[in-house]
């Protein structure tokens, strides 16, 4: 199986204070592979969707998932809590 230096994912929302995740049993299975093959993920994710919650995770916060958002995800949740996990979250 292939091994990527990056991934670009995109989320329906979040697990609590896990990760991203989707409520699409179908795009979990490629969205974890490309995650688990990945050297660093990026999230492209709607600041709207951080005040979202989904149960299917497919890539956990952490050193290796950065996520670029823009400024609503402030509004949505407490971005430092995910930043701690040691994600870096870039707002445009």
Do not use: W, Y
Not at 22 to 41: D, H, L, P, Q, W
């Amino acid at each position: 199986v292939e091994e990527f230096d990056i991934s670009f994912l995109g989320a329906n929302g979040f697990h609590g204070e896990i990760g991203l995740a989707n409520r699409s049993k179908t795009m979990i299975g490629t969205k974890r592979v490309m995650f688990e093959r990945c050297a660093k993920a990026v999230g492209l994710i709607e600041g709207r969707k951080f005040g979202i919650e989904q149960n299917q995770v497919f890539a956990e916060f952490g050193p290796k998932l950065a996520i670029i958002t823009d400024e609503t995800a402030r509004e949505a949740c407490d971005i430092t809590k995910i930043e701690q996990t040691g994600s870096k979250i870039l707002i445009c």
